[in-house]
């Protein structure tokens, strides 16, 4: 299996198949009714989805049980080599409310989405621990790069040269946008804190009417070991060699904190050093720990 390249669009890396069909992608024209989540990779997508989907059905499962996570709500910028279905072939036999996936930084979101005034819930993650749970993804996902060792990684995370591009860009783009764009922003952190909370917050957003006891049904259903164990949504329908979980699982470990066990003092300077010249203007309250 190949690792695919990274090709530039518009500046900003992308995997090959996802560069070249790029076009195709900015053209989507989405329903208005259709619910954008949107992330730099590693951030809680997954972790979101599953929440999402769930309120739009009640918390019903069965409802959501038609299939692994992939195929309820796509990955719009996703150009799978057939036969694996692309993620706009898979939204075109859709019925709305769709829910769309995408690691897309804000300026290559297609604009329908804006125009279309969609949902758009934005998922930050604070830097380190997204930088540490990126790294495991890309040693066991082989469609991406290869990630080399960790010191260059690093490297590569503080410079952009990742797929989907710079983080601290990611962030910031979306962070500048929440109130012109009405963007839901939530944190990884707090949905680790007050996963009941974040959930009311989303579901609020939605405009949905669901009630105390199904808004805790779904905490229960959306936590780490249950999804750790959900085959519809931890990613074990993804066969070898595209993830081999045996590398890393894909629900790792799902903590905040756990960049205190990679990072080496000097590497952390260096890191706290060009973070802040990176975010000094932005103001974003990221956490790295609770
Ligand atoms: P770790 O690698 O740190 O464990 P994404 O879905 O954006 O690819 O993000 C995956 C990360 O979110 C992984 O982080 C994964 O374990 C974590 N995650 C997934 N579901 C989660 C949940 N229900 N609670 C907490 N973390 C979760």
């Keep these: 299996l190949i690792r695919f390249p990274l090709k530039n ?6 995997m090959e198949p996802i560069a070249q069909n790029f076009e195709t992608v900015w053209a989507f024209c989405p329903d208005s009714t259709d619910i954008l989540i949107a992330t730099y990779p590693k951030a809680g997508t997954t972790w979101t989805q599953e929440i999402v989907d769930l309120l739009l059905h009640n918390g019903d499962t069965e409802a959501c049980r038609r299939g692994p996570i992939t195929m ?3 990955f719009l910028e996703i150009f799978s080599p057939p036969p694996i279905p692309s993620g706009l072939d898979l939204l075109c036999k859709m019925s709305p409310p769709r829910i769309i996936k995408t690691h897309l930084p804000i300026q290559l979101v297609p604009e329908g989405f804006w125009e279309n005034k969609c949902k758009v819930i934005y998922v930050a993650r604070n830097a380190k621990d997204n930088l540490v749970s990126y790294f495991h993804f890309e040693k066991m996902n082989f469609t991406q790069p290869e990630p080399g060792p960790w010191e260059n990684y690093i490297q590569k995370f503080m410079r952009g040269e990742l797929a989907w591009g710079s983080w601290y860009d990611h962030v910031k783009g979306y962070w500048e946008e929440i109130e012109k764009r009405n963007i839901l922003y939530l944190f990884y952190e707090d949905m680790k804190e007050n996963p009941q909370r ?6 609020q957003y939605l405009d949905l009417s669901v009630t105390d006891d199904v808004i805790a049904r ?3 259903l959306t936590s780490f070991e249950v999804m ?9 329908f993804i066969p070898k060699p595209v993830f081999d979980q045996s ?3 894909f629900m790792r470990k799902g903590e905040v904190g756990d960049w205190a066990n990679h990072f080496s003092a000097s590497q952390l300077k ?8 990176q975010m000094k203007m932005a103001n974003i309250p990221f956490r790295t720990n609770m």
């Design 9 to 14: 669009v518009r500046g900003i890396p992308l």
């Design 270 to 277: 260096i890191f706290d050093e060009d973070y802040e010249q």
């Design 72 to 74: 309820r709500s796509p």
């Design 218 to 220: 779904i905490v229960e």
């Design 247 to 249: 590398i890393s699982p």
């Design 228 to 236: 750790k164990k959900n085959p519809m949504a931890n990613y074990s």
């Design 198 to 203: 974040e959930v009311e917050r989303i579901k």
